[in-house]
């Protein structure tokens, strides 16, 4: 599948999306947003795909929005034959999809994360980040709020007063205190990230897909509902799962 902002491996039931502006830092734009979302959709419906690893090319994993193409689509521009900045899937539809994505997706930070390259992992499952990674939700520096229903998954990440500090002050953190708010799960050395996130993702593949897509959604839904309501579900699925394997 041909991509111009993204590259998509599949090997050993294994998909790498690989965003892909190096020049750049990886900064997004709206072609990229729309190719994203096109390689997950894809990713979805592919049987051999059993985990999927989202990482960038290069020295950033995303520096952020591509200011120049913001500054044309504020400027009234319309910088392509997609749809403008902010009315894109990517921003409206993306993050559910992520979050309802049934196979485990591992982000993968080779780099710096910045805006938009932070509010796109949260959805992930899993947060490696290299040492030498920095994140940030600089936003407000920009005059803008940050999106991807972030306001909704940074609080439940980080706890609300965390929040409240990453977004207002606009600070550009380290990885290693990324890993002890958990907004990262995890950080390794860098030349180890790739070989990490692939040894995670292998360790996946090995378990019945349709389990790992029972326990995500068995999670997201205990996250959001009562504790007898959240024990119900588990065994509604659990007896599902039962029911699937006689």
Do not use: W
């Not at 034959?81 to 921003?91: I, Q, Y």
Request: net charge negative; aromatic share 4%.
């Amino acid at each position: 599948m041909g991509y111009q902002n993204v590259l998509l491996e599949v090997a050993d039931g294994i998909a790498t999306v690989t965003l892909h502006r190096p020049e750049k830092l990886n900064a997004y734009t709206t072609e990229m947003g729309d190719e994203v979302v096109d390689a997950f959709r894809a990713l979805r419906e592919d049987a051999a795909v059993r985990a999927v690893i989202l990482t960038g090319a290069g020295r950033a994993f995303c520096a952020g929005v591509d200011l120049e193409h913001l500054k044309a689509h504020q400027a009234g521009a319309q910088t392509g034959a997609g749809p403008r900045l902010g009315e894109e899937d990517f921003l409206r539809k993306f993050p559910l999809e992520l979050l309802a994505f049934p196979k485990p997706v591992i982000a993968a930070l080779n780099g710096a994360a910045i805006g938009v390259g932070v509010t796109m992992i949260l959805p992930c499952d899993v947060r490696l980040a290299a040492a030498s990674a920095k994140l940030g939700l600089t936003f407000a520096k920009l005059g803008i709020l940050p999106g991807l229903g972030s306001t909704h998954l940074l609080p439940r990440l980080v706890g609300r007063a965390r929040a409240m500090e990453l977004v207002l002050t606009a600070r550009v953190i380290p990885a290693a205190e990324a890993a002890a708010i958990g907004l990262v799960s995890r950080v390794v050395e860098d030349a180890a990230l790739p070989g990490e996130a692939r040894a995670l993702a292998a360790e996946l593949a090995q378990i019945r897909p349709e389990v790992l897509a029972a326990a995500k959604a068995a999670l997201l839904y205990g996250e959001e509902h009562g504790m007898a309501e959240a024990m119900a579900n588990e065994q509604r699925a659990s007896a599902e799962l039962r029911a699937g394997r006689s």
